[in-house]
């Protein structure tokens, strides 16, 4: 289960408003409660996926931007617990190469659909143990 | 004995412990050091004898690639960061 307050499901979708035709993308910041990612902060980040004509279907988050994450995540006695990104005018379904790109169980991946340009709604997936494929997990949001 | 910070979904194979002290005096030796305290990490760090592709080792915030790799030094006082590429589409 992914905890999600609405004022950062609010900025994970502008951001991958912001970054439309490409997908956007970022990193989740919080802990881990009972089996539960609870998000406590967002760290937007650049799509530096290399080929520009690629980037509307591919997403890449630089290393420094993970170090950088990582030091703040420290900073702040929080942990990087998943990972946002958008899909384009696409579902937003775990896709083959973000399984084959997949790290480690235990992140949420949140994808949030952009239909022309408007944020419409997130699905958030989980690596399956034995990294044969994702499962979808619950979104919960609250006001906080 | 360095430290090697844990990446939150990897802590349960940890003890649930965030951070490790690990003897070796190298980052290839403080690795091995740390997946024989806990074996059943070794498969998520390790694709046989070499680091997974998105595993990215770092050393007082320096990735160890550009060091020396395996055989960079460790002193005591070192912390390493086991930070993963993130891609997807």
Same mark, same amino acid.
């Given at each position: 289960m992914l905890q999600l307050p609405t004022q950062l499901h609010e900025q994970i979708k502008a951001h991958g408003a912001k970054s439309y035709p490409f997908e956007g993308c970022g990193l989740l910041l919080g802990h881990t409660e009972n089996g539960a990612n609870v998000v406590?902060?967002?760290?937007?980040a650049a799509n530096t996926w290399p080929v520009e004509a690629e980037k509307p279907v591919r997403f890449q988050i630089s290393a420094d931007d993970m170090l950088k994450a990582e030091m703040e995540a420290m900073r702040r006695d929080l942990d990087i617990i998943g990972v946002f990104h958008s899909h384009p005018d696409h579902p937003p379904v775990a896709s083959p190469r973000d399984l084959a790109w997949a790290t480690w169980p235990g992140? %949420?991946?949140i994808i949030t659909q952009v239909w022309e340009g408007e944020p419409t709604y997130s699905q958030s997936w989980q690596l399956l143990a034995d990294r044969s494929g994702f499962i979808e997990e619950e979104?919960?949001? %609250?006001d906080d | 004995m360095a430290t090697i910070r844990i990446p939150t979904p990897l802590r349960p194979y940890t003890g649930n412990?965030?951070?490790i002290t690990v003897n070796g005096g190298t980052v290839g030796s403080a690795l091995a050091d740390l997946t024989t305290q806990f074996p059943d990490l070794r498969p998520?760090?390790?694709?046989?004898?070499?680091?997974?592709?998105?595993?990215?080792?770092?050393?007082?915030e320096e990735d160890v690639r550009h060091l020396q790799g395996p055989e960079?030094?460790?002193s005591p006082t070192d912390t390493l960061m086991i930070i993963p590429?993130?891609?997807g589409g």
């Open positions: 406590e902060a967002i760290m937007p992140y %949420s991946y979104i919960v949001e %609250s | 412990n965030g951070k998520h760090l390790f694709e046989g004898d070499t680091l997974r592709s998105f595993v990215n080792v770092y050393l007082n960079t030094a460790v590429s993130i891609a």
